[in-house]
């Protein structure tokens, strides 16, 4: 059972545009959400986050967004840079950071 | 930021064989460690909760005799695949709680990760 699903697994955008990738969950429990970003044979390295009692935040060019009532969350990362292609994972918790559980991650190409 | 590392960073080895893997937190205690396993294209999956001074817990489908955590200090977690199989390929990653300041200010709770032990067992 997916619990947070990514259904895009891949995304292709220009440099300078603006990458959105989604991200859908369907634990009502879920009350901290992150994202992270992996290259190939490396551990995640986290992004951003956001509490349920927020529905954005805002770090640099990434701003998550936070749909509680449609259980969805979004990535935005704008302007998009090729050094940002890599796999993209959000992450589910229950009360705070602990005990996450992934997306099947989101493959983002920047082309030039 | 937080460094995790894990050692070896890939491994193979002979069938049956017991493999350990090493995690440590370099610059932070950890009274909670995680060990998740991630096969190719797919999502990192969470294996278990490693508690410092106690036992482990176990997520559901994971054998615990199979996959045994030790969690001796604040700085080391300890994974052994034991009796390992062609089956228990795959990617290792540990990660340990903690906090990180953003770009932008202000404090967010994360976890950590490794770098991740590719294990390849023929």
């Known amino acids: 059972d997916q619990q947070v699903k990514q259904n895009s697994p891949s995304l292709s955008v220009q440099e300078g545009r603006i990458s959105i990738l989604n991200c859908d969950y369907t634990?009502?429990?879920?009350?901290?959400f992150l994202w992270y970003k992996k290259y190939p044979a490396e551990g995640p390295t986290f992004l951003i986050s956001?509490?349920?009692?927020?529905d954005k935040n805002e770090d640099g060019r990434f701003t998550v967004f936070l749909n509680k009532s449609a259980k969805h969350l979004s990535l935005h990362i704008v302007p998009s840079q090729p050094g940002d292609s890599a796999v993209y994972f959000c992450?589910?918790?229950?009360?705070?950071?602990?005990?996450?559980?992934f997306g099947t991650g989101t493959q983002l190409k920047v082309e030039l | 930021g937080a460094v995790v590392s894990q050692h070896p960073s890939w491994v193979i080895c002979k069938s049956g064989t017991s493999v350990k893997i090493e995690c440590r937190s370099l610059?932070?205690?950890?009274?909670?460690m995680f060990w998740y396993r991630q096969f190719p294209k797919q999502s990192l999956m969470l294996m278990a909760t490693?508690?410092?001074?106690?036992?482990?817990?176990?997520e559901q489908g994971v054998e615990k005799d199979k996959f045994l955590i030790n969690h001796a200090s604040l700085t080391l977690s300890t994974l052994t695949v034991t009796s390992a199989h062609p089956e228990d390929s795959s990617f290792y990653i540990c990660?340990?709680?903690?906090?990180?300041?953003?770009?932008?200010?202000?404090?967010?709770?994360?976890?950590?990760f490794g770098p991740g032990t590719r294990l390849l067992v023929l």
């Open positions: 990660s340990a709680g903690g906090r990180v300041e953003g770009l932008a200010g202000g404090r967010q709770e994360t976890q950590y």
């Open positions: 634990n009502s429990m879920f009350d901290y």
């Open positions: 956001i509490s349920s009692i927020k």
């Open positions: 992450a589910a918790a229950t009360g705070g950071g602990n005990k996450l559980t």
């Open positions: 610059d932070f205690q950890a009274t909670t």
């Open positions: 490693s508690n410092e001074g106690s036992k482990a817990t176990y």
